[in-house]
């Protein structure tokens, strides 16, 4: 091992540090394979190339780096900071990830005591928060699918690794979208399977508890998704088809209001079993949800996705009403006021769905309406001076945001079925051209 001094640099190790802020990953390679030059090499302030390389967002330096051996938990920075700290810290989501793949400690803390996801969301990296919370990686579901100790079998069929690590790494938490994976894989989507996986997940919450350097975080997703794999288990022993009735159940919205009371309790109760009452991140949940009334926000659901991914309130992105995936564009077409991933959501949704569409179609109404006299009313103050008898001539063009069928409510299916499908060309359902088939009753 050679012993690396900060700030003692060759001159191709301090070229090295030019080239990966400036150069191409050619000339670094070349800078790579000379003898001069040490990976690992460390600047005035205690910095490696790599270190380098992440905090000025290089994914690809950073990959040549660490297959030419860069120490990705290299700790010599003089404020403590790590390469994924760095990542983080710049924002890069690729990079982020590659340090991780690449076996960064995610609990090494700076010298504020800081840990690299805790530095991002101080800076509002919150896509790298995200990633470092949920990342686990996949040689550590591994073990459990090889026998261990005195045991003959495994924990877990090696076939179930790849769809159980699908799931564990997800970032969306929705309670519907863990049952729309398991549904959607056949090797899942049965007791004996789900059996053996919630019991590996309980295993890891208990591993992520009793380790040194506790992972709540990680405890408490584990516990979770192992709650809701349980409750999977409970429905398959109905019969056939019966985690479809489960995705309903949770999706049923009570006749006020359409609030979807049992994925609410679901979710309360899954926290509050968690096992180990004297974590803290147990404590802060408890905290925010016990003293909402179910129906009231914050649901249970938003609160345990800002516990676990560490997403706040995205202000530009909408969540489907079904899965809570992000970044759903398609609109109910009558009522405008609930948002879908696909058609396959939407439709999903529409037993519960159309029961209130109809009251939010009024609700949206009204609201265009405010917006449109608000808007005309300030127009015409602004106008008032020039020329009072624009005033009521303005007025029925502001409402033309309406359509004409809109303003014409039908009671049966049928009839839903056709105002859906006559709003299909509104921009939102571009994608989609028609409306949900109304399949059911
Ligand atoms: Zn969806
Ligand atoms: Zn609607």
Redesign the pocket.
């Given at each position: 091992m050679v012993h690396i001094k900060k700030g003692e640099l060759t001159q191709e190790e301090k070229d090295l540090l030019e080239v990966i802020g400036k150069g191409t990953v050619q000339e670094a390679g070349t800078l790579l394979a000379s003898k001069n030059v040490h990976v690992n090499c460390l600047d005035e302030n205690g910095m490696t190339p790599l270190m380098h390389a992440a905090y000025k967002g290089k994914l690809d330096m950073c990959k040549l780096l660490l297959r030419h051996g860069a120490d990705v938990n290299c700790h010599q920075h003089e404020h403590g900071y790590t390469a994924l700290m760095f990542a983080a810290l710049s924002g890069n989501k690729d990079i982020t990830w590659v340090m991780l793949e690449a076996g960064a400690e995610t609990d090494v803390v700076n010298s504020v005591g800081r840990t690299a996801a805790q530095m991002a969301a101080f800076v509002g990296q919150h896509d790298c928060v995200t990633i470092i919370n949920n990342f686990f990686p996949r040689e550590k579901l591994d073990y459990y699918t090889k026998p261990q100790g005195l045991d003959k079998e495994p924990r877990l069929p090696p076939k179930l690794a790849s769809p159980l690590h699908k799931i564990i790494t997800t970032t969306n938490l929705h309670p519907v979208k863990i049952v729309m994976l398991i549904n959607e894989n056949p090797l899942l989507a049965e007791e004996a399977a789900l059996n053996k996986c919630y019991k590996v997940m309980d295993l890891i919450c208990e591993k992520c508890m009793k380790q040194r350097d506790m992972n709540e975080v990680l405890a408490m997703k584990m516990h979770y998704i192992s709650c809701i794999f349980q409750k999977c288990i409970n429905f398959l022993k109905d019969g056939e088809n019966k985690l479809d009735t489960l995705i309903k159940s949770l999706l049923k919205g009570r006749p006020s209001d359409g609030f979807p009371i049992y994925q609410e309790k679901i979710i309360r109760e899954s926290i509050r079993k968690f096992p180990y009452c004297e974590a803290t991140l147990l404590q802060q949940l408890v905290r925010s949800i016990a003293p909402v009334e179910i129906g009231s926000d914050p649901t249970a659901f938003s609160v345990l996705t800002q516990a676990i991914t560490g997403q706040v309130g995205f202000v530009d992105v909408e969540f489907c009403t079904t899965c809570g995936e992000k970044g759903a564009s398609k609109r109910?077409s009558?009522?405008k006021?609930?948002i879908y991933c696909d058609q396959t959501c939407q439709k999903t949704h529409w037993f519960a769905?159309k029961k209130i569409?109809k009251n939010?179609?009024d609700i949206y109404e009204k609201q265009q309406l405010e917006a449109a006299k608000e808007k005309s009313e300030e127009e015409n103050n602004s106008k008032l001076d020039v020329n009072s008898n624009c005033v009521n001539e303005e007025q029925p063009e502001a409402e033309t945001g309406i359509s004409q069928e809109d303003c014409n409510p039908k009671d049966s299916v049928e009839g839903e079925r056709e105002s859906l499908q006559s709003d299909a060309g509104l921009e939102c359902l571009q994608d989609a051209p028609v409306g949900p088939q109304l399949s059911e009753e």
């Amino acid at each position: 091992m050679v012993h690396i001094k900060k700030g003692e640099l060759t001159q191709e190790e301090k070229d090295l540090l030019e080239v990966i802020g400036k150069g191409t990953v050619q000339e670094a390679g070349t800078l790579l394979a000379s003898k001069n030059v040490h990976v690992n090499c460390l600047d005035e302030n205690g910095m490696t190339p790599l270190m380098h390389a992440a905090y000025k967002g290089k994914l690809d330096m950073c990959k040549l780096l660490l297959r030419h051996g860069a120490d990705v938990n290299c700790h010599q920075h003089e404020h403590g900071y790590t390469a994924l700290m760095f990542a983080a810290l710049s924002g890069n989501k690729d990079i982020t990830w590659v340090m991780l793949e690449a076996g960064a400690e995610t609990d090494v803390v700076n010298s504020v005591g800081r840990t690299a996801a805790q530095m991002a969301a101080f800076v509002g990296q919150h896509d790298c928060v995200t990633i470092i919370n949920n990342f686990f990686p996949r040689e550590k579901l591994d073990y459990y699918t090889k026998p261990q100790g005195l045991d003959k079998e495994p924990r877990l069929p090696p076939k179930l690794a790849s769809p159980l690590h699908k799931i564990i790494t997800t970032t969306n938490l929705h309670p519907v979208k863990i049952v729309m994976l398991i549904n959607e894989n056949p090797l899942l989507a049965e007791e004996a399977a789900l059996n053996k996986c919630y019991k590996v997940m309980d295993l890891i919450c208990e591993k992520c508890m009793k380790q040194r350097d506790m992972n709540e975080v990680l405890a408490m997703k584990m516990h979770y998704i192992s709650c809701i794999f349980q409750k999977c288990i409970n429905f398959l022993k109905d019969g056939e088809n019966k985690l479809d009735t489960l995705i309903k159940s949770l999706l049923k919205g009570r006749p006020s209001d359409g609030f979807p009371i049992y994925q609410e309790k679901i979710i309360r109760e899954s926290i509050r079993k968690f096992p180990y009452c004297e974590a803290t991140l147990l404590q802060q949940l408890v905290r925010s949800i016990a003293p909402v009334e179910i129906g009231s926000d914050p649901t249970a659901f938003s609160v345990l996705t800002q516990a676990i991914t560490g997403q706040v309130g995205f202000v530009d992105v909408e969540f489907c009403t079904t899965c809570g995936e992000k970044g759903a564009s398609k609109r109910c077409s009558v009522c405008k006021m609930v948002i879908y991933c696909d058609q396959t959501c939407q439709k999903t949704h529409w037993f519960a769905h159309k029961k209130i569409c109809k009251n939010l179609k009024d609700i949206y109404e009204k609201q265009q309406l405010e917006a449109a006299k608000e808007k005309s009313e300030e127009e015409n103050n602004s106008k008032l001076d020039v020329n009072s008898n624009c005033v009521n001539e303005e007025q029925p063009e502001a409402e033309t945001g309406i359509s004409q069928e809109d303003c014409n409510p039908k009671d049966s299916v049928e009839g839903e079925r056709e105002s859906l499908q006559s709003d299909a060309g509104l921009e939102c359902l571009q994608d989609a051209p028609v409306g949900p088939q109304l399949s059911e009753e």
